[in-house]
Each structure stands twice: as structure tokens, then as C-alpha cells.
């Protein structure tokens, strides 16, 4: 139920993994969390830049100015040290524009099987941008290092987490609750820093 009195924070994504991590990683800050679906955005921003912060950028400004609301937006991607950073910013697009999450594993576990343990490293990368009416755009960036694994394994969170292992642990992502994750992950160390400038903007308006 939202407040009419309370600030709105648009959550500029339509990936229901990343809405549900963002709700808990935002829970204490005093806003409405409104959807893009709740704001009637019908038409995505195409995601056209060429690197994981413009396109972060271009999503927050483009939604703030469509919808006229503070807004975050991200963009995330696996960078793998082996395939020269790929896939990067093409993360969500690495099999094809509409393939799954385990199309996208698979791809990636086949391209990376005459990969000798030791130069399996990886990392994922998030920013964050928030934009809003006479708001500058600022991006708080997060990364979590780890290695490609040999299979998927795991049915917790979405994405690559089923053949990511972080550094320093056995247990792949995939089998992290959302706490746990959340603690340790890209997008956690982002929104942390996120919500630090999200409780300026909303107390300056307040």
C-alpha cells in the first residue's frame, strides 16, 4: 500500500530477481518503491550504450524524464577474464535476445571448457544510477570477484549465480539465500553505497 505523503522511488526494471533484491536492499529507506509497471511504462528504454555505467545512465535519466520520478536503474554483467571481459555489458544478450538464464549458463560453460582451473577468474559487475526532476545523475558501483565453475548447480537467486563461485567459497551463488548473498554480491555493495545517496536526495527533500 503506498503513502500519499511518502516520497515515490521508481525501480527502473522489469527482472523480478532484481526487483526482490532491491526491495530488501532498500527496505529502510522512507519511500514508496513503485514498479515501472505501477508507473504505466509500457515501451523498455533500449539498453544502446556500449558500457555497463551508460547504460545504467541512460536507463535512470530516460525513465525519470518519462515518468517524471526519482528513479534507479542498473546495469550488471559477468566480466570473464578468460574471454576478455565477455560478456560484459552483452550479459543479458550473451545467447541471444530472448534466450533463459540457463541458455545463457550454458553458453558460457561451453565456451569456457578447455579453461584450465587457475584461469577461470571472473567477476560480476554492477552500477547504479539514480536520477530524478532536478536531481544530478550520480551511480554508485559495486563487483564481487570469483571463478567460472564447470556446471550449474544451485536454484536460488537468477542469472549467471548458478555457475559463479565466489572468492574464498565453495558453495556457487546460486546456492546463497538472498541474505547471504545480498551481503557479499555486486549489486548488495552498489545499493549500499546507493542508499546513501537516495537518504540525501529524499532528506534534502524532505
Same mark, same amino acid.
Given at each position: 500500500?503506498?503513502?500519499?505523503?511518502?516520497?515515490?522511488?521508481?525501480?527502473?526494471?522489469?527482472? !523480478? %530477481?532484481?526487483?526482490?533484491?532491491?526491495?530488501?536492499?532498500?527496505?529502510?529507506?522512507?519511500?514508496?518503491? #513503485?514498479?515501472?509497471?505501477?508507473?504505466g511504462?509500457?515501451?523498455?528504454?533500449?539498453?544502446? $550504450?556500449?558500457? =555497463?555505467?551508460?547504460?545504467?545512465?541512460?536507463?535512470?535519466t530516460?525513465?525519470?524524464?518519462?515518468?517524471?520520478?526519482?528513479?534507479? $536503474?542498473?546495469?550488471?554483467?559477468?566480466?570473464?577474464?578468460?574471454?576478455? +571481459?565477455?560478456? @560484459?555489458?552483452?550479459?543479458?544478450?550473451?545467447? +541471444?535476445?530472448?534466450?533463459?538464464?540457463?541458455?545463457?549458463?550454458?553458453l558460457?560453460? /561451453?565456451?569456457?571448457?578447455?579453461?584450465?582451473? +587457475?584461469?577461470? !577468474?571472473?567477476?560480476?559487475? *554492477?552500477?547504479?544510477?539514480?536520477? @530524478?526532476?532536478?536531481?544530478?545523475? !550520480?551511480?554508485?558501483?559495486?563487483? *564481487?570477484?570469483?571463478?567460472?565453475?564447470?556446471?550449474?548447480?544451485?536454484?536460488?537467486?537468477?542469472?549467471?549465480?548458478? =555457475?559463479?563461485i565466489?572468492? %574464498?567459497?565453495?558453495?556457487?551463488?546460486?546456492?546463497?539465500?538472498?541474505?547471504?548473498?545480498?551481503? #557479499?554480491?555486486?549489486?548488495?555493495?552498489?545499493? $549500499?553505497?546507493?542508499?546513501?545517496?537516495?537518504?540525501? #536526495?529524499? +532528506?534534502? /527533500? %524532505?
Amino acid at each position: 500500500m503506498h503513502s500519499p505523503t511518502r516520497p515515490k522511488l521508481l525501480l527502473a526494471t522489469n527482472n !523480478q %530477481g532484481k526487483l526482490r533484491e532491491y526491495r530488501t536492499l532498500l527496505a529502510s529507506l522512507p519511500v514508496d518503491i #513503485i514498479t515501472l509497471q505501477e508507473a504505466g511504462v509500457t515501451t523498455p528504454v533500449e539498453e544502446t $550504450a556500449t558500457t =555497463i555505467p551508460d547504460n545504467a545512465i541512460l536507463k535512470a535519466t530516460e525513465y525519470s524524464r518519462l515518468t517524471g520520478s526519482l528513479t534507479l $536503474a542498473d546495469d550488471s554483467g559477468l566480466e570473464v577474464d578468460a574471454l576478455n +571481459g565477455e560478456p @560484459g555489458v552483452k550479459s543479458a544478450r550473451y545467447a +541471444g535476445e530472448h534466450a533463459s538464464d540457463i541458455e545463457r549458463n550454458e553458453l558460457l560453460l /561451453k565456451n569456457m571448457a578447455s579453461v584450465p582451473e +587457475g584461469k577461470r !577468474q571472473a567477476r560480476f559487475r *554492477c552500477v547504479i544510477a539514480i536520477a @530524478g526532476p532536478g536531481v544530478p545523475v !550520480q551511480t554508485a558501483e559495486g563487483t *564481487c570477484e570469483g571463478r567460472i565453475a564447470r556446471e550449474s548447480v544451485g536454484r536460488t537467486g537468477f542469472g549467471y549465480d548458478p =555457475i559463479f563461485i565466489v572468492d %574464498g567459497m565453495s558453495r556457487h551463488m546460486a546456492e546463497m539465500t538472498m541474505e547471504e548473498k545480498n551481503a #557479499i554480491s555486486h549489486r548488495g555493495k552498489a545499493a $549500499a553505497k546507493a542508499l546513501r545517496i537516495l537518504e540525501r #536526495i529524499v +532528506g534534502a /527533500k %524532505g
